[in-house]
Structure formats: structure tokens, C-alpha cells
């Protein structure tokens, strides 16, 4: 009985190490399956290319399926907005407004590992990274060449992502740092509409 008490305690005792040993494959399809919203705030960095160098800096929120608001305020304000059927980009420098559908804007992209809940496997090929920097990591490759961006690592712990780093087709990185994240708030409906300011153009790109 004593030695049954101490294994049991032992097992109990490690079942903590156990989740944050997940591989960051698991750790992803867990994020989609049991994180519906979240809330943080994010960093960008640039690394080769022209933009190397630049950094942004700002907050998001998203829910699911497809809406998400990724908000940029610093160096200069810009703004994301899906509503699960359109994705708006609007530049208060330009006084500009873009308008995709929302399959054809995000489709295999960062934001559909991140934010998306389909079939991952079914756009992209996912395999597990060497860990590093305390974090699991992951690859993920779009299986559509015209995903504008060669892979995409995403850095785990804790069941969330940490880390992003976003290799595009012309050889710049993209490093986004996640900070401050809350899973599963309650988030109003209205933060993921957007209406164009008065005076603003509107393109659409269907």
C-alpha cells in the first residue's frame, strides 16, 4: 500500500511536467481545439531584406473561426480587422482601406495556424523543430506555392504560442514576440466590425 501511495504520488506529483513537456505539435492542435479567444500584445521585428531593422509594435485579439483585430501602434498606427468573412486593412496615413474576402486574404497563412480552426494538415506540412530559447517549436510548410511566405516557425510553452518566426518569398524574417496573452476572455462583437472613417477610400480586391 505504501509503495502504491508513493507511485501514485509520484505520477500526480509529475503531471504538470508532463503538459509542459508537449511537443509543440500537440501544444498547436490543443491552442485551436481548447483556446476559442485570446487577447495580448505583440512585437515585430524585421530581419534581412529592406525592412531590416524595422520593428512594430502593438495588440491583438481574435475568435473563433476567423476573426481577429491586429492592431498596430507604434512605429506608425495601422490596423487588421476580419470579421470572418472580410479582412480590412486601413492605413490612417493613406487614408486607405483594403477589402479581401476573408478565405482569399488569410487561406494558408500565419493567421490560419494561429486564429483559423480547420483541418491544419489539409494547407500545411507541419514538423517538429529542435527546441531552444526554453520554447518547443514547430514548422509549419504551406503546401500552396502561392502562399507568399517559404515557412513559418512558431515557438510553444505553456500550451501558447511565444515566438513566430516568418521566413517570406523574398528572403526576409519576420520575429514576433507574444506577450501578456489572455486565453479565453470575453471579447464584444463589435472589436472585430470595422467602418470606414468618413473621407476614407475604399478598394476592394476581390
Not at 14 to 20: A, G, I, R, S, T
Not at 179 to 192: C, H
Request: with cysteine; hydrophobic share 40%; glycine share 10%.
Amino acid at each position: 500500500m505504501k509503495i502504491k501511495s508513493w507511485l501514485g504520488g509520484l505520477v500526480l506529483a509529475c503531471l504538470p511536467l508532463m503538459v509542459l513537456a508537449a511537443d509543440a505539435r500537440t501544444q498547436l492542435h490543443d491552442f485551436i481545439a481548447e483556446v476559442h479567444s485570446a487577447t495580448g500584445q505583440f512585437r515585430q521585428d524585421m530581419a534581412g531584406g529592406q525592412g531590416a531593422g524595422r520593428t512594430q509594435s502593438g495588440e491583438f485579439s481574435f475568435q473563433r473561426p476567423g476573426k481577429f483585430r491586429w492592431a498596430v501602434r507604434k512605429p506608425y498606427e495601422q490596423l487588421i480587422v476580419s470579421d470572418g468573412r472580410s479582412v480590412y486593412q486601413y492605413d490612417p496615413d493613406l487614408q486607405q482601406v483594403t477589402q479581401r474576402s476573408a478565405r482569399q486574404a488569410i487561406g494558408a497563412s500565419p493567421a490560419a495556424l494561429l486564429f483559423g480552426s480547420g483541418a491544419l494538415e489539409d494547407s500545411f506540412d507541419l514538423e517538429s523543430r529542435p527546441d531552444r530559447d526554453g520554447l518547443q517549436w514547430l514548422r509549419a510548410v504551406p503546401k500552396s506555392g502561392d502562399a507568399g511566405f517559404a515557412h513559418v516557425d512558431i515557438g510553444f510553452s505553456g500550451g501558447l504560442p511565444r515566438r513566430l518566426e516568418l521566413l517570406d518569398a523574398f528572403g526576409q524574417t519576420s520575429l514576433i514576440t507574444f506577450e501578456d496573452i489572455r486565453a479565453n476572455p470575453a471579447i464584444p462583437a463589435d472589436r472585430f466590425q470595422f467602418q470606414a472613417p468618413p473621407g476614407v477610400d475604399l478598394v476592394k480586391m476581390d
